[in-house]
């Protein structure tokens, strides 16, 4: 089973910046794609960035403001957001999929909260 640590959120005030870990964990498993989604209350869960070996994606909203990035000794990736907005208030879920044993998983972390206020 591969699971999914994630670290970093928080509190922080308009205009802030956080950065968020998520580390990977498990034997014999090679990761294809690990990313960020979040979902703010009565909303739907949403793709901020991911990241592959052939680049990274984002999320129109966070665009310039956002640096999704991967060490693959540690199977760890980042998300650097900074210039934070209210309306990024959410819960923000690690995600990876890839394969384990030659057989296809793909798996979320618990989540961790950022509250972006003053």
């Known amino acids: 089973q591969v699971q999914l640590v994630e670290s970093g959120g928080g509190l922080v005030q308009p205009g802030g910046s956080l950065r968020l870990s998520c580390a990977a964990s498990g034997s014999m498993f090679t990761i294809d794609t690990m990313g960020w989604y979040r979902q703010a209350p009565g909303k739907q869960r949403e793709l901020v960035a991911d990241?592959?070996?052939?680049?990274?994606t984002y999320a129109d909203s966070v665009k310039g403001r956002c640096t999704i990035s991967g060490d693959n000794a540690k199977n760890t990736v980042y998300l650097q957001m900074n210039s934070l907005k209210p309306e990024d208030t959410a819960v923000y879920y690690c995600h990876a999929d890839g394969s384990r044993y030659f057989r296809r998983f793909d798996t979320w972390g618990q989540g961790t909260q950022v509250t972006v206020s003053s």
């Open positions: 990241i592959t070996s052939g680049g990274s």
